[in-house]
């Protein structure tokens, strides 16, 4: 009898992870149930861009996944399926802050294309800025990978169910293994108190005349975010990073200050057209919650939830690791049984 997965959660983690399951253990059933789907979930209105971001670059997990994804972001942007995936190359300005200084270059720069540092000149583009590089990476129109994923894990006889779920138990009575990617959502199914949301405000405008992106960010300061992500409908400008704020409406003391801000990196953005205000909330957890929990009797929970800023950035290395474990769960729930 085939062996039925359930992966609980529809946004970048949720699909990455189903997708890679179907790969990896093709005679296995694969059900994703979600109260909220693509065009609706937080994914889909993030800025898209893989950037190691808000996480804890000392942890060799946060260096693998983020590895792991770009090598298949890369791949995926120079191969024929780059468009209908949304996948795109972008380049810009990554600024360090004297807040930030620490006189070592980021450990990802060996990961992303063509890294150097900025000419004394570009530094000027950046008041505050201290140091920074100029660099080539991805960013995805999450709102067309996520339906590219979709459709990947419903070719292949996958299942999209579209409800709430109350407890996790509703899932591990009906399926041999459960996958839980509800991002946020784990905060009340799973009790997390390390899991907390990092507020973001952002807003979406055109100007098609931004082709590069500029990161400027500020650890010290949870007000002091500024960036620019050119994606291909529109730019994002940026942001907050406000710990434990749960507020989802637009707050217009944010708006003004991110306004001033971009304008002070990119004059010309005082002419673009506004398109709408986002506000969501980062699941930030330290460490991302990637394990196998064996509940009482034979059932397992395998958790991946908590990708904070870098959701996008790590979702492809994390869905390897995932889909390892269902395999290895699988495998061990086959052996006891046989015994
Ligand atoms: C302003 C902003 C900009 C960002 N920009 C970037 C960026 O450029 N690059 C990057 O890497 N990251 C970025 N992020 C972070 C990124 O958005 C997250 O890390 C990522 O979306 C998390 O994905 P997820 O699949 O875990 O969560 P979600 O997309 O929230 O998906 C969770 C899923 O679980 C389901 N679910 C939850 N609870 C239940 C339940 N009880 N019953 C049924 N279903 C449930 C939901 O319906 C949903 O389908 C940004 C975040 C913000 C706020």
Not at 50 to 65: A, S
Not at 70 to 85: C, I, V
Not at 148 to 168: A, C
Request: with cysteine.
């Amino acid at each position: 009898m085939r062996r039925r997965v359930c992966v609980l959660g529809a946004g970048v983690i949720g699909l990455s992870s189903a997708v890679f399951i179907q790969d990896l253990i093709p005679d296995v059933d694969v059900t994703v149930v979600a109260d909220t789907c693509t065009p609706f979930t937080l994914s889909d209105d993030c800025a898209g861009l893989w950037m190691p971001y808000l996480v804890d670059l000392t942890d060799k997990d946060v260096m693998r996944w983020s590895s792991d994804t770009f090598d298949y972001l890369k791949s995926l942007g120079h191969s024929e399926e780059a468009g209908d995936a949304g996948i795109q190359f972008v380049s810009g300005y990554y600024f360090v802050r004297e807040s930030a200084y620490t006189g070592q270059e980021p450990p990802w720069k060996d990961l992303v294309v063509g890294f150097r540092k900025l000419t004394p000149e570009e530094l000027q583009i950046s008041p505050k800025a201290r140091d920074g590089y100029f660099l080539t990476t991805v960013i995805m129109d999450v709102k067309r990978y996520l339906p590219w994923l979709t459709k990947r894990i419903l070719d292949r006889r996958g299942r999209i169910q579209n409800r709430k779920i109350q407890n996790l138990d509703e899932l591990t009575e009906e399926y041999d293994v459960v996958v839980n990617c509800s991002g946020m959502g784990a905060n009340q199914l799973c009790n997390d108190s390390l899991l907390r949301p990092l507020r973001g405000q952002v807003i979406k405008v055109s100007a098609p005349w931004v082709k590069h992106f500029y990161i400027n960010p500020d650890p010290t300061d949870e007000h002091k975010e500024v960036y620019i992500l050119p994606g291909p409908y529109d730019v994002t400008l940026g942001g907050t990073g406000q710990l434990n704020d749960w507020n989802i409406d637009m707050d217009e003391k944010d708006k003004q200050r991110i306004l001033k801000d971009v304008c002070k990196l990119v004059p010309s953005l005082r002419t673009a057209r506004q398109l709408r205000d986002w506000v969501g909330l980062r699941p930030l957890r330290s460490p991302v919650r990637l394990e196998a929990q064996k509940l009482p009797g034979k059932k397992t929970v395998i958790h991946n939830y908590g990708h904070s800023g870098s959701g996008v950035t790590f979702h492809w290395g994390c869905a390897k690791d995932t889909a390892h474990l269902v395999q290895l769960t699988l495998e061990t729930h086959q052996l006891t049984s046989r015994m």
